[in-house]
């Protein structure tokens, strides 16, 4: 059994940066995949970016590259989601996920999520 705990959340004026961190109990890495998905209100939950198994290859949404990056540290079992250059429009409960899927920007193919972490931007 996983267990995701995501942090870090909070409220930044547009251009500012977060990092979220995603803790997690039970070994994950060489095991699942991991991503991070988030949901605004009245939206469907979206994908964000995601890295493989392996740690080898990363996914990004559009929307999101080259002012996101997720990044994992197999030490302490923890993945991390830095955002700069934040905008308005990346306002939404930020979700960290684990699974042994190949779709990782398919929120369908993850096991295991965290309970979300607010992510609030500013104009």
């Known amino acids: 059994q996983v267990q995701l705990v995501e942090s870090g959340g909070g409220l930044v004026q547009a251009g500012g940066s977060l990092r979220l961190s995603c803790a997690a109990s039970g070994r994950i890495f060489g095991s699942y995949g991991m991503g991070w998905f988030r949901q605004a209100p009245g939206k469907e939950r979206e994908f964000v970016v995601a890295i493989s198994w392996d740690g080898r290859t990363t996914y990004y949404a559009h929307s999101v590259k080259r002012r996101f990056a997720i990044s994992a540290d197999n030490a302490k079992n923890t993945i991390y989601l830095q955002m700069n250059s934040l905008k308005p429009e990346d306002t939404a409960v930020y979700y960290c996920?684990?699974?042994?899927?190949?779709?990782?920007?398919?929120?369908?193919?993850?096991?295991?999520w965290g309970q979300g972490t607010q992510v609030t931007v500013s104009s």
């Open positions: 996920a684990a699974g042994a899927t190949y779709s990782l920007d398919e929120s369908r193919g993850y096991n295991y």
